[in-house]
């Protein structure tokens, strides 16, 4: 039985019912619940209060006084930059891939459609993802890499230089050529020089790929981008 002992949870969602439906979840199981929220600003300043492990997250946030709609990418996005200890997991009902690639590398954790999750779903990846574990749904990549694929997967990746390991944790935040080479003090030839190693050493075909694949293998980012 999954158990959230000593696990603090902080959930932005715009639902109140659902809201409510979510922290009735967590607290029976054990979890404690830091934060609920309906507003990106309200879930930021309890954070800076009261830091979660895991942030749940939703991406559609319709203004309960019918005046707009906030995106909740914009949260992930602050947390990964000012609060890098707690893991973004986004819920939400977009199931576009792209959707879930901006949000992945926004800097979120996990991604997790509300249409085909069930309870016992969420409380595992909450908990995986508090382990340090990044969880990439099915709908983008249809079957997970076979054992053999995976472990020749981690065996390219363990042939990456320091330095290419540093560049494809840029890739994977998001970063351009331009902005890696500022943040690594080198030049933008010497990072397209790096990056040309990786895809021959990954075997990927795109810099999507490219992303997607160290956020599979756990490649550590940037805290700031």
């Known amino acids: ?23 009735n979840i967590f607290e029976s199981f054990g979890f404690e619940v830091t934060a609920r929220c309906s507003t990106v600003e309200d879930f930021l300043s309890r954070t800076r209060q009261q830091p979660p492990d895991v942030a749940l997250v939703d991406l559609r946030l319709e203004h309960r006084d019918g005046t707009g709609v906030s995106d909740g990418l914009r949260a992930v996005e602050l947390l990964h930059d000012f609060h890098p200890q707690v893991r973004p997991l986004v ?110 050493k990954l075997d990927v075909e795109n810099r999507t790929q490219m992303a997607m694949l160290a956020c599979q293998l756990g490649v550590e980012r940037p805290a700031t981008v």
């Not at 039985?1 to 922290?23: A, C, N």
């Not at 382990?131 to 020749?152: D, H, I, M, N, W």
Request: some cysteine; charged content about 25%; overall charge neutral.
């Open 1 to 23: 039985m999954v158990t959230g002992t000593h696990l603090r949870i902080g959930i932005l969602e715009d639902q109140q019912l659902f809201l409510e439906s979510l922290v």
């Open 91 to 200: 819920l939400s009902g977009n199931r576009s891939a792209t959707d879930v690639e901006r949000c992945l590398r926004a800097g979120a954790a996990g991604y997790l459609c509300k249409q085909n999750v069930s309870c016992a779903d969420l409380l595992e990846a909450v908990e995986r993802v508090a382990r340090g574990e990044r969880l990439v749904p099915p709908e983008l990549f249809p079957s997970p890499l076979p054992t053999e694929e995976s472990s020749a997967s981690r065996g390219a990746l363990s042939r990456l230089t320091s330095r290419e390991r540093e560049v494809l944790g840029y890739i994977a935040s998001g970063a351009d050529n331009l902005k890696i080479a500022v943040c690594l003090g080198i030049t933008e030839r010497t990072v397209k020089a790096h990056i040309t190693s990786i895809y021959r």
